[in-house]
């Protein structure tokens, strides 16, 4: 690698999806990490975005479900991460729950929660970016968020 190649950003991607019920969302609780997420992860190299939130459901949730819209793209950086990008896409109605088969080696529960409620189970950066994609869902748009809240703005 060159230093010029150094002088550009390498961003982590990640891709997730949101499931909603009415004001619900539907989130997972990890058996490692922060506890409770939304299904997703990390893409992986050469890999679309759309396309790892598809493998992600049909890994951690068994279900088969390729994403319909994308609802944010999120700059996140991390200090322990470094510069992050997340996309969150629309998967539709969930459908019988009981198609649910959570993936147990990552994922030991799952549960609709209140998009009003999500502070109380989520970080809060992800629970900003849970709140303007459940806005972008309702309003039908897709939104651009840094930190998860929209942008640009006045800094």
Known sequence: ?????NQFARARLAAGALFV?????LLVHKTYGSGWDIPGGYVEPGEAPAAACHREVLE???????????????????PGDGDKILFLFDCGELGDERNITLQESELDLWEWVAVNEVDDYVIPRLARRLRQAHAAYVQGTALYLEHGEPAP???
């Open 1 to 5: 690698m060159s230093d010029a190649d």
């Open 153 to 155: 703005r006045d800094r």
């Open 60 to 78: 951690e949730l068994g279900i088969d479900r390729p994403p319909r819209r994308l609802l944010v793209h999120d700059w996140a950086p991390n």
């Open 21 to 25: 019920l009415g004001d619900r969302i």
